[in-house]
């Protein structure tokens, strides 16, 4: 089966509309900003309660690993109390070592 289209001699305007190349123009630093405003606004209004914990999950894992051990202390005694760290490095030494 062959299949043979040519382009319409009788084109409409909304035809021809319809096959005109679309150029953007340079954005200014401003339009930029203001188009991932925007874009990111869409993008986490369609997100579910699970896919944004999951996504700040990994942005803070990603974040907190680069920090040194004294800047995640600070970290952690600077966003909740002293005695937290303290609690957190206990629970991570004294975890069981068996496999199961």
Same mark, same amino acid.
């Given at each position: ?8 001699? @009788? ?5 021809? =509309? ?7 123009? !340079? ?9 991932? !405003?925007?874009?990111? +606004?869409?993008?986490? =209004? @369609? ?14 894992? !990603? ?5 040194? =051990? ?11 109390? =002293? +005695?937290?760290?303290? !609690? ?5 030494? @004294? ?6």
């Amino acid at each position: 089966m062959n299949h043979s289209q040519s382009a319409n001699q @009788n084109a409409t305007n909304s035809e021809l =509309d319809s096959k005109r190349i679309i150029t953007h123009k !340079e954005l200014t630093s401003a339009q930029k900003d203001e188009l991932i !405003e925007q874009y990111v +606004e869409l993008v986490v =209004d @369609n997100m579910d309660t699970k896919t944004l914990a999951q996504f700040v999950t990994d942005i803070l894992k !990603e974040e907190y690993n680069d920090y040194s =051990d004294e800047e995640l202390k600070c970290q952690i005694e600077a966003t909740h109390d =002293d +005695e937290l760290y303290d !609690e957190l490095i206990d629970n991570v030494t @004294n975890q069981s070592t068996e496999v199961k």
